[in-house]
């Protein structure tokens, strides 16, 4: 399998997620990283027009929190090697589209096993981690 040349570490504004981009830098030293800050709508509702709203917001905490993050990690080389994408909706839709899209080799990210069953699973809903696997075509890491 050859290296990539492309890695995505999505941010979802959780705890240890520079543990995956520092995790993609180091384990990836020749790639182009992305690191893609997604934005949850508080409301997920569609406008008449189908175009799900705005809020912007919720956009800018996320780049800052990306930016803080991308700080973190302390890697002198990092912010040459890593180029920041906001992006808004849902992060198992999000994450994987944008995958597809733009080509991504490997993606990277802080997750957690969903060991939830019965009805609390159908409840609470799969992990995003989970959800990002299974809908995305090229290889996930995922650092618990």
């Known amino acids: 399998m050859l290296a ?3 890695v995505l570490v999505p941010t979802f504004g959780r ?7 520092a995790y993609a830098l180091e384990t990836f030293p020749d790639a182009d990283v ?3 800050a997604v934005a949850t709508p508080l409301d997920a509702t569609m406008s008449e027009g189908g175009i799900l709203e705005r809020d912007d917001e919720r ?4 780049r800052q929190r990306a930016t803080t993050l991308l700080e973190a990690v302390g890697e002198p080389t990092a912010s040459e090697r890593v180029r920041l994408e906001v992006a808004e909706g ?29 009805f609390v699973r159908r ?4 992990g995003i981690a989970s959800t990002v696997v299974e809908r995305t075509s090229s290889p996930v890491t995922v650092l618990e």
């Open 4 to 6: 990539p040349d492309h």
């Open 15 to 21: 705890p240890r997620e520079d543990q995956a981009l």
């Open 34 to 36: 992305t690191l893609l």
């Open 59 to 62: 956009t800018t905490q996320a």
């Open 90 to 118: 849902r992060p198992g839709t999000v994450v994987p589209r944008y995958a597809s899209e733009e080509d991504v080799d490997h993606v990277v990210l802080y997750g957690h096993r969903s060991d939830t069953k019965g």
């Open 123 to 126: 409840f609470l809903g799969r």
